[in-house]
């Protein structure tokens, strides 16, 4: 009775201990997996999972609950639901299913497969083991079998490694991502947007699908076809169309490498992709996309870019026989772009079109330890050193403005490489041997003396020299001149030396103008006698007109009465002188008959009497004239005197004739008479 007892309790016992074995709790978020102990099946083909009673890890996963299994028959394990949290991807590694094809490192992915929670959906439809091409999306909470798939995510390792591949990884520890290679930001959204002020792209390269065309260094999904057919359609396409084009992006056709099946098959290249990603958030697999954020192509106002083409329809060369400077394209062809792009923001890849970008505004450059605000072109010039002949050394601050063309830009690109260049290659190396030159041949004063003349070649020169690069010359300006320290001391004595003599000179023009103040100030403290001085002078002025008035006329009347007199006088002379010519004849033709009757002595002495008795002689001397001659010589001179007193009144030959009877009666002797005796 003991026994039987001791046996029904042993058995009550092990019956009950089977049955909590086999009893089995799954939690909320839980699910069982369970593992067959004992089968006369066996799994084959490598297989983890029996689907078909093998003895195994069972392709039936226990829901949350209460599940009963038979133990030790059975043994359950449970493990969580696979979480993704916000924010992050699951990726999905399949440990059961068909092999992957040589050469592949992902699973091809079909759309029952769904979110990979029915593994025997996910056979039945030959899925394959190993990286799946979907991701889990952020927020997946899905039971996914443990043994069957591993999913990886930022912050843990869901599932069981049981392949040899991730059995080996885990040997050691607990599966982590970087177990896999990952890092937990690689298992996160791919978000785009702006870093700052800073815009944005993603440049994308896949890590698988067919390789590269020989020669091709990005992939375009269908290539350039739709350009060139473009071209051949309408010959009359632009330029601006084209490029419309190419910036077009074909990521719609695989959702932006999220549906990476669809990438696949619509011919997607391993590599470097054409297209990239804007703006954005997506669900990426980091095992097969990686994606770079590189900034946005931004063209100002005032700029162009000029692109280079590394991928493209062969190079057909645009710019002509004569241009031997590199090949200029249409776009969609490799080489440089003949038309740039202006003013806007490109999602354009710049691994495979680079683009240099070239200032249209008026770019100055500055030869001097200062530089532009407006751009760092100018970063690494100098201030130009230069010998003088005479060998005084010259450090010349230079500004220089050049203007390049939007038209011209892709062919000034073509030529230099890039504004950098032209810059330290080009203008640097024409500017300064023009500068070097000419200081060499000039004198240091005459260098100084003409400094304009010296920018104006200058001018010349560099313009001419850029010419030929596509490049105007806008201005070439002498900023300033560091003189040797010998010459500075020389031109500030003489600078001096000026100084002084224009100080001299200002004081000379203060002096005058003093004396001009002086003079001013004295005229007009004189003003009232000035003007009393003036008026004066007009009263004195006015007198003196009225005066000389007053005697032009006096003198036309005197004038006029003096020619009636003279004409009077005139025609009185002229009746008295024909009168006295009248009796002059008559008494002249008497004194001739009566010279002839009487003769000449008594003729003259008649005349004597005559004039005596008309009164005409005066025979009584006005003066006593007494001398040795006697009486008859002082009457005779007497006589002599009348006779030329009375001369006019005479005729001519009485008068000649009385001289001479007076003459002749002086010259004869006449006899004294003896004086009486004392």
């Known amino acids: 009775m003991d026994v039987t007892l001791v046996a029904a309790v042993a058995a009550a016992v092990l019956v009950l201990a089977v049955v909590l074995q086999s009893v089995h709790r799954i939690g909320a978020a839980e699910v ?168 944005v792209i993603g440049l994308v390269t896949t890590l698988e699908g067919s390789p590269l065309d020989k020669g091709d260094i990005a992939s375009r999904l269908g290539g350039f076809e739709d350009v060139e057919s473009l071209e051949e359609a309408d010959g009359e396409v632009t330029d601006a169309e084209l490029i419309d084009l190419l910036l077009g992006s074909k990521n719609e056709a695989h959702n932006n490498y999220q ?39 931004v063209v100002n106002q005032g700029e162009v870019a000029v692109i280079k083409g590394f991928v493209g329809l062969p190079t057909l ?32 890849n710049p691994r495979v079109y680079a683009a240099e970008i070239v200032p249209t505004f008026i770019l100055t450059l500055n030869w001097a330890d200062a530089t532009s605000e407006a751009h760092d072109l100018d970063a690494r010039l100098e201030s130009i050193v230069g010998k003088s002949r005479e060998g005084f050394v010259f450090k010349i601050d230079l500004q220089v403005q050049i203007h390049v063309s939007d038209t011209k830009a892709p062919k000034v690109i073509s030529m230099v490489g890039t504004m950098v260049n032209l810059v330290s290659e080009v203008l640097q190396s024409a500017v300064g041997n023009h500068f070097r030159n000419t200081l060499q041949d000039l004198e240091a004063v005459r260098f100084i003396e003409t400094r304009q003349e010296v920018q104006r070649a200058a001018f010349t020169a560099v313009s001419e020299y850029l010419t030929a690069y596509e490049v105007e010359t806008r201005g070439v300006y002498i900023q300033d001149v560091v003189f040797p320290q010998e010459l500075v001391e020389v031109l500030t004595r003489r600078e001096i030396a000026n100084q002084e003599r224009s100080t001299y000179v200002e004081q000379q023009r203060a002096e005058t103008a003093r004396i001009e103040v002086e003079k001013a100030r004295g005229t007009a403290n004189m003003q009232a006698e000035l003007a009393a001085a003036q008026v004066s002078v007009e009263i004195t002025t006015n007198e003196a007109r009225a005066r000389e008035q007053e005697a032009t006329g006096e003198a036309a009347y005197v004038r006029l009465t003096g ?94 004739a009385a001289a001479a009877a007076v003459e002749a009666a002086v010259a004869e002797p006449v006899e004294e008479e003896p004086a009486p005796a004392a």
């Open 32 to 199: 069982g997996l369970v593992n067959k102990k004992l089968g006369f099946k066996k799994l084959h083909d490598d297989n983890p999972i029996a689907f078909h009673g093998e003895a195994g890890y069972q392709a039936e996963l226990l829901m949350p609950g209460l599940r009963f299994k038979l133990w030790p028959m059975f043994s359950v394990s449970r493990f969580p639901w696979v979480q993704v949290p916000a924010g992050e991807t699951g990726v999905v590694i399949a440990q059961v299913g068909a092999p992957l094809p040589i050469g592949n490192k992902s699973a091809v992915y079909k759309p029952q497969f769904g979110n990979f929670s029915d593994v025997g959906t996910f056979i039945d439809h030959r899925g394959e083991k190993g990286v799946q091409r979907p991701v889990l999306p952020p927020g997946t909470l899905v039971p996914i079998h443990p043994v069957a798939f591993v999913v990886v995510t930022s912050r843990e390792v869901f599932g069981l490694p049981v392949s040899p591949e991730l059995a080996t990884l885990g040997r050691g520890g607990t599966l982590a991502p970087q177990s896999f290679g990952l890092t937990p930001d690689q298992l996160r959204v791919v978000v785009i947007a702006p870093q700052g002020d800073i815009d």
């Open 259 to 297: 549906d990476f099946q669809a990438f696949i098959d619509a011919g997607g290249r391993i590599g470097l992709q054409h297209d990239p990603l804007l703006y954005g958030a997506y669900l990426l697999n980091p095992f097969l996309v990686r994606v770079e954020l590189v900034p946005m192509l």
């Open 317 to 348: 060369d645009t710019s002509g026989v004569e241009f031997k400077f590199g090949s200029i394209v249409r776009p969609g062809h490799r080489g440089i772009w003949q038309e740039p792009l202006r003013t806007g923001k490109y999602a354009i």
């Open 563 to 656: 020619q009636a007199e003279a004409d009077r006088t005139q025609a009185v002379g002229l009746a008295e002188a024909r009168a006295t010519e009248a009796l002059g004849l008559a008494k002249a033709a008497g004194y001739d008959a009566q010279r002839e009757a009487i003769g000449e002595v008594a003729t003259a002495a008649v005349a004597v009497a005559g004039a005596i008795a008309d009164g005409h002689i005066s025979i009584v001397p006005e003066v006593l004239v007494t001398g040795g001659g006697g009486a008859l010589e002082g009457l005779a001179a007497t006589l002599m005197g009348s006779l030329r007193s009375a001369g006019p009144d005479l005729p001519s030959g009485a008068r000649e």
